[in-house]
T-cell receptor, first 108, second 111 residues
Framework: GQNIDQPTEMTATEGAIVQINCTYQ??????LFWYQQHAGEAPTFLSY????GLEEKGRFSSFLSRSKGYSYLLLKELQMKDSASYLC?????????FGAGTRLTVKP | SAVISQKPSRDICQRGTSLTIQCQVD?????MFWYRQQPGQSLTLIAT?????????ESGFVIDKFPISRPNLTFSTLTVSNMSPEDSSIYLC????????FGSGTRLTVV
């Protein structure tokens, strides 16, 4: 089976830093994806990691450790508009499997 | 990355009827995916659609309930057949490339 685990909900303060963790156990691996999804909208791509290490893209960074089956998404300088669900997904040979998503609430 | 036009964006349907959702991609893609997102939940893969062959369905989804067409490399449809309130969900198509791109989604409510 495919297991992708991430926290259900997180809360953080505007201007702070938050780290959303994701652990996975899958039958294959073709990259780790992070998506942002605002309520009522389709997911939008944030990042993709296929090699170990940190990928930085503006306020967002994503980390991958393949040996540990672990990734995290780091959001810096949080803004109110960052309140959304963040989906961790593992790319398989021919498709993608999603975690249940982490609902992040940013408070003033 | 590819741009996907998905329609309808939303619909309210009577139980027992069927709805066909369309996805048009602005470039040729080999694989297209159909997902369902039930209220408050993450995405679940329904099936993978390849041009020129039958769709491959995931466990729990069957062709009679969710027939899929893939007539060419830029277009696909998903039909939700004989709908019941349990089918109320968001349905999304996506294309198989790095950073999988999603259509805007179809919000279906069955009454």
């Amino acid at each position: 089976g495919q297991n992708i685990d991430q926290p259900t909900e997180m809360t953080a303060t505007e201007g702070a830093i938050v780290q959303i963790n994701c652990t996975y156990q899958t039958s294959g691996f073709n990259g780790l994806f992070w998506y942002q999804q605002h309520a009522g909208e389709a997911p939008t791509f944030l990042s993709y990691n296929v090699l170990d290490g940190l990928e930085e893209k503006g306020r967002f960074s994503s980390f991958l450790s393949r040996s540990k089956g672990y990734s995290y998404l780091l959001l810096k300088e949080l803004q109110m508009k960052d309140s959304a669900s963040y989906l961790c997904a593992v790319g398989l040979e021919n498709d993608m499997r999603f975690g249940a998503g982490t609902r992040l609430t940013v408070k003033p | 990355s590819a741009v996907i036009s998905q329609k309808p964006s939303r619909d309210i349907c009577q139980r027992g009827t069927s709805l066909t959702i369309q996805c048009q991609v602005d470039s040729q893609v080999t694989m297209m995916f159909w997902y369902r997102q039930q209220p408050g939940q993450s995405l679940t893969l329904i099936a993978t659609a390849n041009q020129g062959s039958e769709a491959t369905y995931e466990s729990g989804f069957v062709i009679d309930k969710f027939p899929i067409s893939r007539p060419n490399l830029t277009f696909s449809t998903l039909t939700v057949s004989n709908m019941s309130p349990e089918d109320s969900s968001i349905y999304l198509c996506s294309v198989g490339e790095r950073g999988y791109t999603f259509g805007s989604g179809t919000r279906l409510t069955v009454v």
